[in-house]
Each structure stands twice: as C-alpha cells, then as structure tokens.
C-alpha cells in the first residue's frame, strides 16, 4: 500500500508515462524504436552513479568530508560561492549530472549540520552546472552529441563556447552573491562530531563510481552497471534497496515519451518550415523547444535541420535554464535534494534567469563568437 501510495505521488513519471502510452496507442512503431528512444547506455550510466553515490553516503564518507569543509569555510555567502564554483568546474570534466550526484549529497550533509540554505544551494548548483558543462564538449550530452557531429576540433569547440559559459558563469555568481546570506556559518556541535565511516563500504563505492565514470566514457555503461551490481548484491544489498528507482524510472518514462514525440510527422514538418539559417531564429527555437522537451531531445529534434552545430550547442545549453525539464540536471538536482516546495522555488529562480541569460548570452555570443 505504502508503494502505491509513492507512486501516485509521482506525477513527473506518471505524466510521461501517460504521454509515452497515448502516443504508442496513436502513432504505433516498430520496437526497435522504442529502443532507440530508451537511450539504455543513460539509463545504465545513471543507475550506476545512483548506486555509487548511495553507497558513498551509507559509508559517511559525505557526512565526513561535510564536517571538514564547514570547519574550513566561515561564511554562507563563501560557502555557496565554493558549492557553486565547484558544481561549474567539476561538470567541465565529469559531466553535468555526475557533478550533481557529487554535490548535491554533500549539500544536505553540510545542511544537516549548519544553517545553511539548502534549497538555495542545491538551485544554484543546478544553474552551475548547466553554466560550467557548456564549456566543455564532454560537459553534457548535448556538447558531447554536437562535437561529435559537427566534427569540430575540442579546443574549437571550447573557443567557440568560451564567451556563452562566461556569461552564464558571471550571472550565476551574482545570483549566488545576492542570494545567499551574508551571515556566519553556525554549526551544530552534535551533528559535526562523530561520524563513523565504513572504510570498506567507502573504498567499495569510490571505487566503483571511478570505473563507472570510465566505462561511461569509453561507451560501456551498461557494462559498468551490471558489473557494479554483483558486488553491491553481495556485500551491500541495503544500499541498492535504498536507491532511488523512481528517479531511473521516471526518466526511463521522459525519454520514451519525449523522443516519440520528436518524430511525430506534424512536428517533424513544422521544423521543415522553420529558417533554421537565421541565427536568431535557430537561438531561439533551441530554446523554446528544450524548455518543452528538454535540451538534449531538442538536440536530437533541430540537429539535422541545423546548418551550425556550435550555434545550436549555444541555443540549447542556454535552454537547459528555465523550466526544470529543459536539463535533466535539474531534475536529478530536485529530486536529490527531496527539499518542500523545491519545484517551485526552482522555477521561481530559473525563469527569470533565463530571460536575463538569454538575451545577454546572445548579444555576447554574436559580439564575440
């Protein structure tokens, strides 16, 4: 009863489940396309990064580097600005949703045992990493879509995204700046001290989560997932009970949904009348349509109609801000944090910047690009 009753309540999974239902009911396809839409390798890279943050935080590992990071940093205006430089430098690298199973957990420690503003810190860091992976070709799957297919050099393509991430980069400091508290971090004496840490289970999951993020690089990340799964069975089954299969399922349920509706014949033959040519207009469409579909659908949906890949790279990074569907790092970085009122405090923060980002990002790229 107590599972039906949390499935109802997941109305993320249940809309695109609707969506993905109605669709195959009145537009049927062969499954190979079902497949195709599945995009099984994400599916397999995100429970595998949900099974290896879980364990980190079952091990205390977070808990312990929370304690260490407040004793080192005084501030909550200092404290965000690290979260949020951090969250931006390390999905450059790691990936905007790799970075976020990182930091987002460390977030909620660091609030459990201070004043700080979680919900806050969590937004931010969302808006960091779709600012700090645009500068990356691997920083997001979009980046990483358009590099390959536009056959660009990575140092040009990072050139070319140089002048956008700044940008974006600057607002969200401002944001973070005129956001957060100016205050003294107040710590809670009895939640700083005595975290036990399990060096096996921690050892484990690092371990694991290094290798998942290899094999996610090298393109084998269904078989990073299914070999992580073997030695979690056997030595931590508590921690695959603990994770979140809703998440894996909802997206499961958007990538279904999304990318049939991305190939349906009306849709297809509206984009066959845009002049994607104009940069303005092909700016934004890529917004509008990650804003409705999210950005690496939106990617999928524009690419062959597209004569510029780094320009629609700009369009649809930039319309990873906005509605919490326009990145799925937004949606991994809500329901991480499981904060009251987190979608709409989100969206409170993400439309405006948006309308701010958009315009200034353009007018920047077009100066400078």
Partial sequence: MAGIKRLAQERLL???????????VADPRPVSDYRRWLQLPTLAGLLGLLICIQGIRDSGLVQRAAAALVARVH???????????????????????????????LTLAIGGM??????????????????????????????????????????????????????????????????????????????VDGHP???????LSVGALASMVLMMEHGHAVLGAMLLLVPF??????????????LLATFAAIFVGLGHFAELAPVQHALDDLNLDNPLTLYVSGIVASQLISN???????????????ALAVAVN???????????????????????????LFHLVSVPFLLVCAPLVYGVWRWLG
């Avoid at 249940?14 to 195959?24: E, H, N």
């Avoid at 979260?83 to 990182?102: E, P, Q």
């Avoid at 930039?318 to 569907?325: H, L």
């Fill in 14 to 24: 249940l809309g695109f489940a609707l969506l993905a239902l109605i669709l195959a």
């Fill in 75 to 105: 501030s909550l205006r200092g404290l965000g600005l690290l979260l949020v430089s951090s969250a931006a430098l390390l999905s450059m690298v790691l990936t905007n949703d790799v970075s976020l199973f990182l930091l987002v957990p």
């Fill in 114 to 191: 201070s004043n700080l503003p979680v919900l806050r810190a969590v937004i931010l860091e969302a808006l960091a990493v779709n600012a700090g992976s645009t500068l990356s070709p691997i920083g997001n799957p979009q980046n990483l879509l358009l590099w390959q297919y536009g056959q660009l050099p990575f140092l040009a393509f990072t050139r070319a995204m140089l002048p956008v991430f700044a940008a974006m980069f600057v607002l969200v400091v401002a944001l973070t700046v005129l956001w957060m508290p100016r205050g003294r971090v107040q710590l809670h004496a009895e939640d």
């Fill in 197 to 203: 840490v399990s060096i096996a289970q921690a050892m």
């Fill in 233 to 246: 069975a056997l030595l931590e089954r508590g921690t695959l009970l603990r994770v979140d299969w809703l």
């Fill in 296 to 310: 690496v659908p939106a990617t999928v949906l524009l690419l062959r109609h597209a004569p510029d890949a780094a």
């Fill in 318 to 344: 930039v319309g990873g801000f906005g509605m919490a569907i326009g990145s799925l790092a937004n949606l991994i970085a809500l329901r991480l944090a499981k904060q009251p009122r987190g979608g709409w």
